[in-house]
């Protein structure tokens, strides 16, 4: 396995532990809380605190040995395929919380059949937006991982 | 020659010389130059293209 396999197993398996703790801290039984504005905020910070953690190992690694890490062509093909999808699935994400919003502005007294967080809270909006944005990430590091196995 | 010293010549990883042998990846033009290079032949002696239709 090369250094950058390792480093994207290690962005995957960081972003989704980093996520699950935004879990534990956004939600309660099962819904997504609404949480005073203050909590919201100091969890969010405690996650880039966790989210800079966990880029500074594989950066650290890098410096100390150039030679294993540098890039060639194909492997800024395939962080290009990997960003590509990452774009698609932001893209996507945003839209469906786009078509949510509105749908549950015209439509308030439908239930939706897949469980959806409020945005018109301030938890439901930071939650679903960074849940978008691991979601993609991880999409991004699934395809890299696709690709260098294929 | 090995897989990574033909990879350190042409400035490519071992990763991507061994694709590149299982035909999972196509080379750029510049690398398939560096590799005929590296080798004392002609691109086309090296690579072949195959129409997949």
Redesign the interface.
Known sequence: M?QHEKMAWWALASGILIWLFLLTRFTEGGRIADLPADHALGTYIQMIVLWIVASVVPAMFAAKHPQQT?K????RAIDALGDRWEGYVVVTAINVLIVHALARALYSDLTPSVPMPDLSSTTGLVFALLTTLFLADAVKRAIVLWQ?R? | MTQADL?ERV???R??II?IEAE??A??L??AFKLARAFERRVDDVFQFHAKD
């Open positions: 090369s540098g060639d062509e194909r492997d260098y294929r | 990879g400035g490519a990883t990763q991507t694709a999972k990846y080379p750029s510049e690398l």
